[in-house]
């Protein structure tokens, strides 16, 4: 089976072609002009998308040596994500779909970043505990199969990409945030301060607002102003909030492996790219024995690869959908099984 990905839910337009498990090609184009504007235009990421999508796919196809009347099943990106994004790319697969009469799988991104682990040589088992980091999720959930997801909790305000954006951006260090932090926290001490980490009720759900705000009063208090900040004050602070925002993530990977009976632990989304983050949980597995899969950093972000990838799977488990689907901005409520009576 030759599948055919595409993925512009955001600001990254992305083509791959997946065939029989092998990734012939994974195009990935970034909009990095939204740095000058300290965070991602909708208006402007779907018009950029529209200009790249033909020629991203015509070099996925060049590269792959595929013609595209071989492809079988044709992949897109439904949501969430930005609504705009979502319809150019969606409506770009429906057609190629419609005119090529191939078959049509609309992907939940989510869904797609959560079995993500599966484009590495090195696979997850099942059962396994995925930890959902990205701009705009945190989850933990309990993936028993390839069409069972438990929800064991998840961020209750901010998500930790978003927090990772809006210290970088107190901190006077651009956009994005996440790149950033880890740069200057390399140099900086960890120990410097201690943000404060929120307990909840459900030990499985996050908080980063407290962190975010945190942050902000530490450099109201000390220096007023970031721009008054020297280099060294600056890594420090990040060091600092990003020990603090990693540690809810070590911490349900700690309390899950206890409790469930899990045989691999994944990290996926664009915080999985975070050095400091793999370092830590690879170092967490290695102590508890533990099977650890983060992917590669061309599927922690954004890429038509998981989206291939989520597509074949569903198809092949019998999934069928025809050119109505919508794009959608938000999950749906009832997209993962919710676990009664955690504590």
């Given at each position: 089976?030759?599948?055919?990905?595409?993925e512009?839910?955001?600001?990254?337009?992305?083509i791959a072609i997946?065939?029989?498990g092998?990734l012939?090609?994974n195009?990935?184009?970034?909009?990095?002009?939204?740095k000058?504007?300290?965070?991602?235009?909708p208006?402007l990421?779907s018009r950029?998308?529209?200009?790249?999508?033909?020629?991203?796919?015509?070099k996925?196809?060049?590269?792959?040596e595929?013609?595209?009347?071989e492809?079988?099943l044709?992949?897109?990106t439904?949501?969430p994500?930005?609504?705009?994004p979502?319809?150019?790319?969606l409506?770009?697969?429906k057609s190629?779909?419609?005119?090529?009469?191939k078959d049509?799988i609309?992907?939940n991104?989510?869904?797609?970043?959560?079995?993500?682990g599966f484009l590495?040589?090195?696979?997850p088992?099942f059962p396994?505990?995925?930890?959902?980091?990205?701009g705009g999720?945190t989850l933990?959930l309990?993936v028993e199969?390839?069409?069972?997801i438990?929800?064991l909790?998840?961020?209750i305000d901010?998500a930790?990409g978003e927090a990772?954006?809006?210290v970088?951006?107190?901190?006077?260090l651009?956009y994005?945030?996440?790149?950033?932090?880890q740069k200057?926290?390399e140099e900086?001490?960890?120990?410097f301060?201690?943000f404060p980490?929120?307990?909840?009720?459900n030990?499985?759900d996050?908080s980063f607002?407290?962190i975010?705000t945190?942050v902000?009063?530490?450099?109201?208090n000390?220096?007023?102003s970031s721009?008054?900040?020297?280099?060294?004050e600056?890594?420090n602070?990040?060091?600092?909030f990003?020990?603090?925002a990693?540690?809810?993530?070590?911490?349900?990977i700690r309390?899950?492996t206890?409790e469930f009976?899990?045989?691999?632990?994944?990290?996926?989304?664009g915080?999985a790219a975070?050095?400091?983050?793999?370092?830590?949980v690879e170092m967490?597995?290695e102590q508890?024995s533990?099977?650890?899969?983060i992917?590669?950093m061309?599927?922690?972000?954004?890429?038509?690869a998981?989206?291939?990838?989520?597509?074949?799977?569903?198809?092949?488990?019998?999934?069928?959908?025809?050119l109505?689907?919508?794009a959608f901005?938000r999950n749906?409520i009832?997209?993962?099984r919710?676990?009664?009576?955690l504590?």
């Amino acid at each position: 089976m030759i599948t055919l990905g595409i993925e512009t839910s955001c600001d990254e337009t992305s083509i791959a072609i997946l065939q029989d498990g092998v990734l012939k090609a994974n195009i990935i184009s970034s909009q990095e002009f939204h740095k000058d504007y300290g965070g991602v235009v909708p208006e402007l990421s779907s018009r950029a998308h529209l200009q790249l999508v033909l020629p991203l796919l015509r070099k996925a196809l060049s590269q792959s040596e595929i013609e595209l009347k071989e492809i079988d099943l044709i992949a897109a990106t439904a949501g969430p994500g930005l609504i705009g994004p979502l319809l150019v790319g969606l409506s770009f697969g429906k057609s190629l779909a419609y005119s090529l009469k191939k078959d049509f799988i609309a992907v939940n991104h989510i869904e797609g970043h959560i079995y993500s682990g599966f484009l590495m040589n090195e696979k997850p088992n099942f059962p396994y505990l995925c930890l959902v980091v990205s701009g705009g999720h945190t989850l933990a959930l309990l993936v028993e199969s390839e069409s069972e997801i438990i929800k064991l909790g998840g961020t209750i305000d901010d998500a930790i990409g978003e927090a990772f954006d809006k210290v970088a951006k107190l901190l006077g260090l651009g956009y994005p945030g996440g790149p950033l932090i880890q740069k200057f926290s390399e140099e900086g001490d960890p120990k410097f301060t201690a943000f404060p980490i929120a307990q909840l009720d459900n030990r499985y759900d996050f908080s980063f607002s407290g962190i975010k705000t945190s942050v902000l009063r530490f450099i109201e208090n000390n220096y007023k102003s970031s721009e008054i900040m020297n280099l060294a004050e600056k890594e420090n602070v990040a060091a600092a909030f990003q020990k603090a925002a990693i540690e809810p993530l070590l911490r349900t990977i700690r309390n899950a492996t206890e409790e469930f009976d899990v045989k691999s632990v994944c990290i996926v989304g664009g915080v999985a790219a975070n050095k400091k983050l793999r370092e830590e949980v690879e170092m967490l597995g290695e102590q508890r024995s533990l099977k650890v899969v983060i992917p590669k950093m061309e599927f922690c972000g954004d890429n038509a690869a998981m989206i291939a990838l989520r597509g074949q799977m569903l198809y092949k488990n019998g999934v069928r959908h025809d050119l109505n689907e919508n794009a959608f901005p938000r999950n749906p409520i009832n997209l993962f099984r919710q676990r009664p009576g955690l504590v």
